[in-house]
Every structure is written in C-alpha cells, then in structure tokens.
C-alpha cells in the first residue's frame, strides 16, 4: 500500500518550477487530459492525504502492487486515479475503504530508493467520481465520472477571499517554525486564484477527513470559504501558542533550563528505548492482559494520564510508578478452580496430617457446601492450640486439598496499622499492606491465607493492628477491602483466611466473634508414635542427608523418647530429638564408624542424655503434697501443691509466686478446714498452734487460677491427719466456702497432660462432666475420671485409708 510522507517544500518547488520551465504548460496538459480516449483508469489507493488538481505531491509507494501501477502507468504515458482511504489503519484496503472523490494525476518523474520502495512526483489535473470499479488485481481499476468546478458569479468576492487566503496563509508560514521557507516563495508566485486555493487546500495544516471535504466541494467560493474557516482556525491556535512561548521565554531561570535539559534527555530515553513514554507503554501493556470491571478500568486511565503530565525526574514520578506496577500485578477478578474431589482432598489431608478429626470434618464440609452452591463465601476458621500441634501446616494441606494458592503472613509482633491497610501513596517508599502484597503474591484472587500467631499482635504508636483486621475477616464487608495504598476497595470475599493462636485471652473480642474457633488440643502417645513414623523420621532422614535404612526407630523406642525425653502437646520437641539422633548416625556415616542400625532404648538414652523420671510415687509419697493439673498457652501440665506444719498461732504462709486468685483458694481452704474440722477428723488445738505453709515449686513461673483451689484444701488436710495422698491422682476444680466444687476450664488439655504424666485417677467436678464426654475415648482409656460435687468426696477419694 502507498504511503504519504512528509514533503520537502523545497525539492517539490525546484521539481515543479523545473517542470514549467521545460515547457509543460498546465492548461495544456489538462487539454491533453480532456482529449484523451483513455476510459478505464488505474486506481492508487494513498492515506494520510489527499490529492488536489494542479497541485505537484510526491507519493511513495512499497506494496508490490502499488509499484507495478505507478511503474506501468508512466510506461504508457496514463493517468492515474487517486483516491484516499476512509481509515487510514487499514493495511491492504478494499473498495469500500476507499472515499469515492478523488483527482486524475500524472506522473511526472519516477525515482527509485535504495530499499526497493519508489516516490513518484506526481500533478493532479482533475477530480472525479468512482462510476464502478471493473478490477482489482493486479491492482484497483475503474470508470470513473469527471467531475468540473463551478466558478463564482461574485468575482469581486472570491477575488477577495483569496488575497485573505493567500495573506493568511503568508502569516501562517511565518509563525508556524515547522513550515520551510519554499512554501513561502511558492505562495507568492502562483498567480491563479484556483491553483493558489487548491495548493493552500493540500498543503495547510488539515486532517484528511477535512481535505477530503474540501475536494468534494464542487463550487470554489464554497470550498474557499471552508478553507479559510479552517485556517483561521489554525491561526489562532498557532498564535496563542506563539504568545505562550514568548510569555513564557522571557524569564527563562535555573528551574526551565533545567526541564528544557530534562525534555531533552527524555527524547534521548525514548530514542534508546527507554523513559516515561515506553513505561506507559510497559504499563498499558500489562493492563491488556489484567481482567478488571468499569470501575477499576476508569481508575486506572485516570492514574496513567497522571503520570503522563508528571515530571520523570521529579521523585512523585517514581511513587506513581510502583504504584501502577503494583496496580497491573494485581490478580483482580483471576480465581484458581476449586477442586471438588472430596475424596481426594480427604485423602491429602489425612496424608499430610495425622489426628485433628474436626479440622478436616470442617473444612470437608466446607468443600461439599461450595460443591452444591458454588458461590459460597470462604469461612474465616481460627485454630487454637499449643505450639507444635500442625496449625500453621495444616494451612497448607487446606490449600493443597481445595487446589488453591498457599500464602502464609507472619503478624508476631506486628504493631503498625499499615502493616494491615498499607501507606498512603504519596509518600516515598509508601507500599501496601500485607493482605494485598500476599493477594499478588499468590497470583490469585481465592488463595488460602494463614494469619500466623494472630494473638501476638502488639499495639503501638501507629495504630492497633488488629482493629484494622476486623474489616478482613468479616465476610459482610471484605467484599470491599479498602487499602491505603491501592485508593479504592478489594474484594476479599473469596479469599479463605486461616488464623492460628496459642491463647484467645490476647484476641479482641469483636475479632473472635468474627471468626470460627476450633480448638486443637495435643496429641495422645499413639498419635505422637504416628506422626513420627509417618513424617518426623523421614523428614529428619533427608534434612541430614540420610536414607531409610540409616536408623530405624521402632513403637518402643518412640514411646520412651516421648515418656522420657519430652513433655509436651505437640511434637516439636520430639522432632528435635529425632534430629540429635539423626545428627549421631550422620556422624557414625561420616567417620565411618559401624553401628547398629536398629536404634534401642539404651542407645537411646546413650545419644539424648539421662531420661527424666517416670514414677510420680516419690515426689507424693509424703503427706501434704498434691498433684494438681494446670492449662498453660503450651498446653496442659501438671504441678504440684505442697503444704507443711510448723508451731506457731494458726498463720497462713503461701509462696511460689502465685497470682492474687490462687491465694484466695488457700485462704478459702483454710477457712472451710476451720469451720468442718469435726468432719474432717481434725482438732481445732491442732489448727490454732501450728502455722500452715503452702508452696507450689518452681516459683520463677508465675501462677494463678481458682482451679487448684481443691488440691490447696487436699494437700493441707493431708498435712493435718499426716496422711498420704494417693499416688498416680490428680484433680482440679474451684471450691467455695460451703465446700462446693465448681466446674473449670480446659479440661482436654489438662487430661492429655495427665496421661502424658502417667497419672491413673483424675477427680473432677460433676459440671465438668460435658467437656470430658467430648474427648476421644481412646484419649482417655488409661485414665479413671471421678466426678465430685463436695469438698468432702475429693477427701475421702484422695487420702489413703
């Protein structure tokens, strides 16, 4: 296809004024044109211009056909038809592409370029009408209707009207800097009023849509009218810009010399590749493959243009910069498919996970329900347990059984606001907030996010980050996340939260209300014995660059590595002697020492130090000392509560770093001994001449809690009638001054602990009863739970005969 290119207005006029000055005469010419018998004309298909009659216009072609037109065209001395494209986008037009009035031209010279392309300088003689076009290849012909010109009755007027076309144009020359000085002297010298309008029409500052009207204007007062409408137009634009310029010129100080050298140094950017036009392209192209509604569209043309009027070197420039980049990454409206193999995700999760049956039951109901409705809101699950337990892993399985994005965020310690919501954007080094960086991480808008040790977010100076929370775990409002950063809001809906907690005791009301709480308690023996068999072993085995044969661990010694050399609810300790015994073979390999693979309990104990004692007999087997049973944020544990005698006047002594409401259980205790000594088999005499002493050991950790409130009155009973309590016993509850016991919390933590222990009979208040037949019965079948409404039971139960 044939392209216009820009004009040389100087090599035009020394091609035109040569041309006249061998002899052509014009209305000759035109004679010829009139007379000849040609009836089918080759049509050039041109854009970006439009051809006048009279008016010398160089066309460069580079389509083959185009080519062989102009090239045969001027070997039989024909004339040519050029019309101009109605869209000028089009690459390989057809017939309906193409405005049907245009001008019979003639080639005057042919020049061919060293690329395989040729200009032709070609005149326009005559304009004319498309009749019908009888062929297309090789290229375009047609018959065609000649079109004339009507001259104006109003001589005196049209006269006028062009010495102001012709004066206009003169000072258009002369302020526009683009215009060469030759179309000043061609002006000058045309002396016909019709060449002088038609070369103004074709060379002034038009768009072709406007140049084609003007052609199509039969009568030339009209058409010189229109035209000089169109300039004065120009006119005013180019003077106005002319008095900025000159406005703006006169005061040239440090700051403009410095954007003029800016200016130029983004021209030298763009011309290498670079600078703010290629980073709008970069960024435009990035926007063609987001997926994103109206509103979100509108906004980002908005920020583009804004960045366009920005300074490149201005520091705003680079904030509006990340900012888009972060906007474009963005996965907006990309969901990962949910998988809905409820079987296979069954599977994943008991694979990967061993134990925590209502954790899998929940989210393998969430699955069926998002299966039969397909457009369910994520539920935002809180798993509370001690450490060790699996809950931030357990994260991961969720994501690998729903086929979604996995992301973890870390809030440990986290105590600025706009961790959470993010920066503003106007600030340097301004970012957004976690969720969203953690949206675009995963590169989807449904990822599984877990929200690490959502109870040990701190609050400071820059806001309460948990408060900030609250609006992205509600599923009523994050459909709507509102950012600081990102400046509008983000729909969250679809993302499955996931927070984990060792103690709720930290966590803002409003914050749990929000959320679904499943509590994990620890994991029994058998379930440890697993979980190391299953995982632990193997992972150790790779992470020390050991195989399976290496060592072997058997039930036993996992069993005795459990009992002897941990106390815990979860299994990280355990993993941690797993790795000292991995560490031992490692170093037998390497110094290529033989051992033994099959690891026994005596190797055991040789690799991991001295076992801890099992039997708790020696520690109660003297009056006065109870075993009572705590709940801690790690878990379950037991303790101990210790009472003695001494002579004195009836004064009680509690030490052991106990909090004010644990003091008040030994208060309350003592009083009740008081007030039913005759039924406890106890002397007043004895009470009033001896001081009570009552401890509980390793007095570093602090204590406190009504529920040893039944071991303090046990232990110090124990140490009036000097008589033992039963070995292997634990027990808990609060008591009241009547010598109620009343229910406690905790208790499946607090029984794991006891098994873990080795104790055999637990005592417990009947209201507790509830929270025990919840428990797995396999967690309990060691355990013999006694359930007592009255300080009295607990006494005849723990103090032997």
Partial sequence: MTEFEDINFDEILDDAFGIISEGINITDMLDTEENSEQTVFPILPVRNMVMFPKVIIPITAGREMS??????????????????????????PTTGDLFQVGTLAKILKIIKLPEGNITAITR?????????????????????????????KKKEEYEALLDNIKDLALKIIDIDPNIPNGANFAIKNISNNEDLLNFVCSNANF????????????????????????????????????????????????????????????????????????????????????????????????????LQRQNPNSPDYNVQRNYLDFFTELPWEKY??????????????????????????????????LKLKNNMKSPILCLVG?????????????????????????????????????????????????????????????PVIVLDEIDKIGQGIHGDPSSALLEVLDPEQNNSFYDNFLEMGYDLSKVMFIATANSLSTVQRPLLDRMEIIEIAGYTLEEKVEIAKRHLIKKQQEENGLNAKSFKLGNAELKHIIDAHTSESGVRGLEKQIASIARWVALQTAMEKEYDPKITIEKVDEILGVPRPKSLSEITGVPGVVTGLAWTQVGGDILFIESILSEGKGNLTMTGNLGNVMK????????????????????????????????????????????????????IVSSFKNKKVKSHLAMTGEITLRGKVLPVGGIKEKLLAAARAGIKEIILCEANRKDVEEIKKDYLKNLKINYVQRMSEVIDLAIEK
């Fill in 386 to 446: 001690p450490p060790g337990v699996g809950k931030t892993s357990l994260g991961k399985s969720i994501a690998d059984a729903l086929g979604r994005k996995y992301v973890r965020v870390s809030l440990g310690g986290l105590h600025d606001e706009s961790e959470i919501r993010g920066h503003r954007k106007t600030y340097i080094g301004a970012m957004a907030g976690r969720i969203l960086q953690s949206i675009k991480k995963a590169g989807t808008s449904n």
């Fill in 67 to 92: 080519i062989k037109l102009l090239e045969e065209a001027q070997r039989n001395n024909e004339f040519i038809g050029i019309l101009t494209q109605n869209n000028s986008g089009i690459e390989n």
């Fill in 124 to 152: 326009g003689f005559q304009r004319f009408k498309i009749k019908e076009f009888t062929g297309t290849k090789p290229y375009f012909t047609a018959e065609i209707t000649k079109l004339k010109d009507t001259s104006s």
């Fill in 664 to 715: 008040e259980s030994a208060t309350i205790a003592l009083e009740y001994i008081k007030a039913k000594h005759d039924e406890l088999g106890i002397s007043s005499e004895d009470i009033q001449k001896n001081n009570i002493h009552v401890h509980v050991p390793e007095g570093a950790t602090p204590k406190d809690g009504p529920s040893a409130g039944i071991a303090m009155l046990t232990s």
């Fill in 207 to 306: 768009s072709p849509d406007q140049k084609q009207k003007l052609l199509e204007e039969k009568s030339l007062m009209i058409r010189a009218e229109k035209c000089y409408t169109l300039m004065h137009d120009e006119y005013r634009k180019l003077e106005l810009r002319s008095q900025i310029h000159n406005k703006t010129s006169k005061d040239l100080d440090k700051q403009q010399r410095e954007y003029f050298l800016n200016q130029q140094i983004r021209t030298i950017q763009d011309e290498l590749g670079g600078g703010p036009e290629s980073d709008v392209d970069e960024l435009l192209e990035k926007a063609k493959k987001v997926r994103w509604n109206d509103e979100v569209e509108e906004h980002f043309k908005k920020e583009i243009n804004r």
């Fill in 336 to 369: 990962s498919k949910d998988v809905f193999d409820i079987i296979k995700a069954e599977k994943v999760l008991d694979k990967a996970h061993y134990g925590l049956e209502d954790i899998k039951k929940r989210i393998l109901e969430h699955m069926a329900v």
